[in-house]
């Protein structure tokens, strides 16, 4: 199995900036990608930042330029970096990975348990 682990959440004030991290452990043999979704109340899941298979991540139009996304694969983690934070932005934020458990298994995608942004105004 593999487990995903999130840290970073909490309440900020708006326009103030917070940094999510999330770290991957368990039976993993290769991480093809890391990033963030959210969901906010009453919404669907929406991609936050997510690399894609050009080699280049795709943010969501809402949060870019504000939102940087980053990856220390010796550590299998990944950091979301959120500045200029504004009231749309509260809502739970997922880690996704994209990963081979074995050689021989094919790709799986693993969520970690979310972790709460709330922005105040």
């Known amino acids: 199995q593999v487990h995903l682990v999130e840290s970073g959440g909490g309440l900020v004030q708006a326009g103030g900036s917070r940094t999510l991290s999330c770290t991957a452990s368990?039976?993993?043999?290769?991480?093809?990608?890391m990033g963030w979704y959210r969901q906010a109340p009453g919404k669907q899941r929406e991609l936050v930042a997510f690399p894609n298979r050009g080699g280049y991540t795709d943010y969501a139009d809402s949060v870019r330029g504000r939102f940087t996304i980053s990856r220390d694969s010796a550590a299998s983690a990944v950091y979301l970096q959120m500045n200029n934070l504004k009231r749309e932005d509260t809502a739970v934020y997922y880690c996704a990975v994209d990963v081979q458990r074995r050689a021989d298994y094919g790709v799986e995608r693993f969520w970690g348990q979310g972790t709460q942004v709330t922005v105040s105004s």
């Open positions: 368990g039976t993993i043999f290769s991480i093809l990608a």
